[in-house]
């Protein structure tokens, strides 16, 4: 239940897609509601949390002193705010149009963006190889593209032909990085945000992403296997400011 006039435009802007590194924002609240399970949400106007999605776990933060997860809500298409845990306190007094302070947890925010964006450049490279895209993973400690092979080329149920694959792929990584290349989103003629690494890479998208691949530090390919027809290359990924 949303209480406001559900054909009313509910206005939000989308933060996070613009600004990776927007920590906090003090902002105000433009709808509240429940879930099906009674849970109370909030959304905010000026929305800095990435909800989970495209394979990017959802951020953290907090709602003045309020622990809170985003979540897209599938009525009005908003990012809400639920809190997390049973201690919503702060967050049952609010209504619409008040002014709240709201902030990520930025070192998780930057792990995320760091290892999806390092996703786009294991992609990248596995498209050199000629591999289709069938699905990928950016969560910590199990991120991972899966890629669909050409029928014909290399035999890639053959063991070492799977590793030299992963050393043309850590060629490419290692060459990207070396140059630096920028990460910029643009919006295609259809509306649809295009996310790209530099000239060599450019994929729909709706996550958060580094500034440039200089941002990045250890970006290793831990494994290339075959599954049921499936390659899945499984990677790794740091931000240069954390450790
Ligand atoms: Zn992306």
Not at 107 to 113: N, T
Not at 148 to 171: C, F, I, N, V, Y
Not at 207 to 215: P, Q
Request: charged fraction near 25%; include cysteine; charge should be negative.
């Amino acid at each position: 239940m949303v209480h406001l006039n559900e054909r009313q435009k509910i206005s939000q802007d989308a933060l996070y897609l613009e600004d990776t590194y927007l920590g906090d924002v003090h902002t105000s609240v433009t709808a509240t509601g429940h879930d099906e399970a009674g849970g109370r949400w909030l959304a905010v106007r000026h929305n800095i949390f990435h909800p989970q999605g495209g394979g990017q776990p959802a951020d953290r933060g907090w709602l003045g002193e309020c622990e809170v997860v985003p979540v897209r809500h599938a009525a009005t298409g908003l990012v809400v705010l639920h809190a997390t845990g049973s201690h919503s306190a702060g967050l049952d007094d609010l209504s619409e149009g008040d002014l709240v302070h709201t902030r990520i947890d930025a070192g998780l925010r930057l792990l995320h963006a760091a290892l999806h964006t390092a996703g786009h450049l294991v992609e990248a490279a596995c498209r050199v190889e000629g591999w289709t895209l069938a699905g990928s993973n950016h969560f910590p400690g199990q991120a991972r593209i899966e890629l669909t092979p050409p029928e014909t080329g290399a035999q890639l149920t053959d063991a070492e032909e799977r590793e030299k694959a992963a050393d043309r792929l850590r060629a490419f990584i290692a060459a990207a990085m070396a140059d630096d290349l920028p990460v910029t989103a643009d919006h295609d003629d259809e509306g649809h945000r295009v996310v790209r690494l530099g000239d060599v890479h450019a994929a729909p998208c709706g996550g958060t992403h580094v500034r440039s691949l200089a941002d990045l530090r250890q970006v290793t390919i831990s494994a290339v296997k075959l599954k049921k027809g499936r390659l899945r290359v499984s990677y790794t990924a740091g931000h240069r400011t954390l450790r």
